[in-house]
């Protein structure tokens, strides 16, 4: 039936050990189109098995080669990533053994690693004692996870007998929120940003003029826009939202690695009072995909709310103290990869110092190409990076133009930048999170919008 022989498993991990050796990682894209990746796999899956190496060479040669590399160090488009060959190893031995996290009693020695790595993100965050929750697939469903919470805990809503509620969010809050709000049924309260954060006074001033903020039940704030990467006044916030019993939430997807580097630490005060908290490991915190940790201060409140009850799940909620976990009771998911594993393999092989260099040297490559820009006679700064993405006005260049320019930019392999929009000009965005993105690259490609 499945038949497999030993050399398939050393020919998969010739690939595998061939991928980790590329240094640097190559960005690729040879130009697919939708007809060659048809011809590509056309007629690939029939009644009849395969020779492997056939359908290995067809997804090295034509699939691969028509993905972009998010892991090249020239990949500066939306958010990167830069696993590290720890984490990437790792990954394969949860592949490889099976592992899944749902519950302690299917998998204890998987979850306890697996909240040892979650304990380190509350840490730096400075959450207290208690504090805790799980891996979920990325910060759209940590989001999503984390404001269902929200809704079914807030003491207003009680009261009001499970009427519509609303959230307080800004226009820069990532477009994952607006669509959580839409299937929890919440509506937007859009506060009035200052200079693109969101700050406390902003938040007290939409409240005080709404006509009645009583199914305002939460804030969440962004630690870190994908936009521009710019941090909102958290305690601020934090301070509004305590005043008036609001869930604070705090969405650090892409932002909350740099809790890790020392020169970013300070803009981030007032993180650790949130009530829930994101921070995607699969953006900057250099594990493989898909891994985001959500983080509750009181974690027996989102257990209330997402613990799935069924028969033939009794047995999994039997022994109820603080030492049995299951992570299928914190978030929306039942049976779940152990997709934290990675990182803590990778946490302790390399220790918590490598990751706050790593994220120091990236905030450094962003302060170098706003100083780099700012001396170019052809660029505009549009701002300071608050963390790792710099956005490039070339004054004279219209829409198409940078589109064109990213085309051959990526054609070019030189690099892979993507336009945005910025107070509705169109601009260049920069994304680091790549230790090994160097400001000689960073020198290609300004040079390539002269
Ligand atoms: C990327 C991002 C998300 C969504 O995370 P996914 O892992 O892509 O689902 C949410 N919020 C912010 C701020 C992000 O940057």
Not at 127 to 152: H, K, M, Q, T, Y
Request: hydrophobic share 45%.
């Amino acid at each position: 039936m499945f038949v497999h022989d030993e050399a398939h498993t050393e020919m998969v991990l010739r690939y595998c050990h061939d991928r980790l050796s590329l240094d640097p990682v190559p960005l690729d894209f040879g130009g697919a189109t939708t007809e060659s990746l048809a011809d590509a796999l056309a007629g690939l899956i029939g009644p009849a098995g395969r020779d492997p190496a056939e359908v290995l060479d067809v997804f090295a040669t034509r699939l691969a080669a028509a993905v972009v590399s998010c892991d090249s160090p020239r990949f500066l488009s939306f958010i990167p990533a830069a696993p590290t060959k720890a984490s990437l190893l790792f990954d394969m031995v949860v592949s490889c053994s099976s592992l899944q996290g749902t519950s302690w009693l299917e998998a204890a020695g998987a979850v306890a690693a697996e909240n040892q790595a979650l304990e380190v993100l509350a840490g730096v965050v400075g959450l207290p004692e208690g504090a805790g929750g799980c891996f979920v697939s990325g910060g759209s469903i940590a989001n999503l996870s984390a404001l269902v919470v929200a809704r079914d805990t807030a003491p207003s809503r009680g009261a009001a007998g499970g009427r519509p509620v609303r959230f307080a969010v800004s226009r820069e809050s990532h477009s994952s929120v607006a669509r959580a709000l839409s299937i929890v049924g919440a509506s937007p309260l859009l506060v009035d940003t200052d200079d693109h954060r969101l700050t406390g006074a902003g938040l007290e001033a939409a409240l005080a003029h709404d006509q009645d903020p009583s199914d305002v039940v939460g804030v969440v704030a962004t630690a870190g826009t994908t936009n521009a990467g710019i941090v909102d006044d958290l305690e601020g916030v934090a301070d509004v939202a305590e005043a008036r019993g609001l869930w604070f939430h705090v969405d650090a997807a892409y932002g909350g690695a740099a809790l890790f580097a020392r020169s970013a630490r300070p803009r981030f005060a007032g993180v650790e009072r949130a009530d829930s908290v994101v921070i995607d490991p699969h953006k900057w915190l250099f594990a493989p995909f898909d891994c985001a940790g959500l983080l509750y201060r009181r974690p027996a409140l989102a257990k209330a709310v997402h613990a799935q009850q069924a028969a033939y799940l009794e047995v999994i909620h039997e022994e109820d103290h603080p030492e049995i976990w299951n992570p299928s009771d914190y978030a929306i998911h039942l049976t779940r990869r152990a997709r934290g594993l990675p990182l803590w393999f990778s946490l302790a092989v390399h220790g918590t110092d490598a990751y706050g260099e790593a994220v120091e040297t990236v905030l450094e490559t962003a302060r170098g190409t706003a100083a780099l820009v700012r001396r170019a006679p052809h660029v505009e700064l549009v701002r300071e990076p608050d963390l790792s993405v710099v956005l490039v006005r070339r004054p004279g260049w219209d829409p198409g133009d940078y589109h064109d320019w990213s085309v051959q930019l990526l054609a070019a392999q030189t690099a892979f930048v993507t336009p945005t929009t910025w107070e509705g000009d169109t601009v260049a965005r920069l994304c680091f999170l790549h230790p090994h993105t160097t400001l000689e690259m960073v020198e290609e490609i300004l040079d390539s919008m002269r």
